[in-house]
């Protein structure tokens, strides 16, 4: 008898735990856990559980929501991985069980932007550094002016040098970003305007500087060493031959003939002379199969050829220079030269048409030649 009571007992517990696991899972029915992982800053946060359905937005109101701190570091928001690439979206329906991930910054983060021993304006470069932040492995460094945006590398690392510091390009501070995360700028007190001139004899104050630095950083002029540019030397017909052909991307030559008795295939500038004659942009002398190579180009003769270049376009202005006569063989040129802005001429009514170009008005010329072909982007 004894017996069959507890069998009975046994019975009636079993049926009882029953019933209470199958109440237990009708309660927890519809309703869904968010686990949070802080990477061990600040105190354990605890996971929630919410209906399912509900909204990032709609969780983040109820009660017992995490909002982490710590003494060394600042929270920013929760990410959707651990390696912080997916911030959360308040519009994120919660329809299963998932895990949350702390994005942290360390408290007085910074952007340190040193110039590297040397002096930027030796081309040494920028030293950047900041603090560590949580998760990310990729770090986006962009350069920034005003409006002007410009990314220049990635780093997985806490330090990032620039070296590709353009002649007489200008910016005022840097910012790393971490994928889609905030930028962090450097503080004022470490923001750089960074003007990088790479030849001793070119003074950065100079109104054609920044010529110089277009031609030179797009491989149109050289230096006449690596830290010369001799602005004041005079322009040969071979070298206008030849920074022509650089701005215009070196074509093939295939199929052109060389009508020139004094330029050899074993010289220099060889490829840019026959392209350039080929094209009809530069002539040879008068009545002759010669090219002079080494004779100077004149003022004249440098817009006539950029003339050419255009289409030979006849502009009809009020002509404001006195040593330039209507008739004259580079009138056309000079005249149109002037409507768009490539020269303003050597003083308010004078051209100085016969003068021969000097290495810094051929710059000059060329930059803003291209500002209206748009030969090079």
């Not at 309660?27 to 990032?56: C, L, Q, R, W």
């Not at 919660?94 to 360390?106: G, Y």
């Not at 220049?152 to 620039?162: M, Q, S």
Request: net charge neutral; hydrophobic share 35%.
């Amino acid at each position: 008898m004894r017996r069959h009571i507890c069998l009975i007992l046994a019975i009636i517990l079993a049926l009882t735990a029953i019933s209470l696991i199958q109440n237990g899972a009708s309660a927890a029915e519809g309703y869904v856990t968010i686990h949070f992982d802080t990477y061990g800053i600040g105190a354990p946060v605890e996971s929630i559980t919410v209906p399912k359905g509900t909204t990032i937005g709609e969780a983040m109101q109820m009660e017992g929501w995490p909002h982490p701190a710590d003494k060394d570091w600042i929270f920013v928001d929760w990410y959707l991985d651990r390696e912080i690439n997916f911030r959360i979206d308040k519009k994120d329906v919660i329809d299963e069980e998932f895990t949350l991930f702390a994005f942290w910054l360390r408290k007085g983060e910074k952007l340190e932007a040193t110039k590297l021993e040397g002096g930027i304006e030796y081309g040494k470069g920028v030293n950047l550094s900041w603090y560590l932040r949580t998760g990310p492995q990729k770090y986006v460094i962009h350069r920034k002016n005003g409006s002007k945006d410009v990314e220049i590398g990635t780093t997985t690392g806490l330090t990032y040098t620039d070296t590709d510091v353009r002649c007489g390009e200008q910016f005022t501070y840097y910012v790393v970003g971490v994928n889609e995360d905030p930028y962090l700028e450097s503080y004022p007190s470490n923001e750089l305007t960074v003007q990088y001139n790479p030849f001793s004899d070119v003074d950065t104050s100079k109104s054609y500087f920044k010529h110089i630095a277009w031609a030179y950083n797009n491989n149109v002029i050289k230096g006449t060493t690596d830290t010369t540019f001799e602005p004041n030397r005079e322009c040969r017909r071979c070298d206008l031959s030849v920074m022509l052909y650089r701005m215009y991307g070196k074509p093939s030559i295939s199929g052109m003939n060389n009508p020139f008795s004094d330029v050899k295939s074993s010289d220099y500038f060889y490829s840019a002379v026959v392209w350039a004659s080929n094209k009809g942009y530069i002539k040879g002398l008068s009545g002759t199969n010669k090219f002079n190579p080494k004779g100077s180009i004149t003022r004249q003769d440098m817009v006539v050829i950029l003339w050419r270049i255009n289409g030979s376009k006849v502009v009809d202005i009020e002509n404001p220079f006195t040593d330039v006569k209507e008739g004259h063989y580079a009138y056309k040129a000079i005249m149109w030269a002037y409507n768009n802005k490539i020269t303003s001429g050597t003083s308010a009514t004078t051209f100085a048409p016969t003068a021969n170009c000097q290495r810094y008005q051929l710059a000059v010329f060329l930059h803003k030649f291209n500002d209206i072909e748009h030969v090079i982007s």
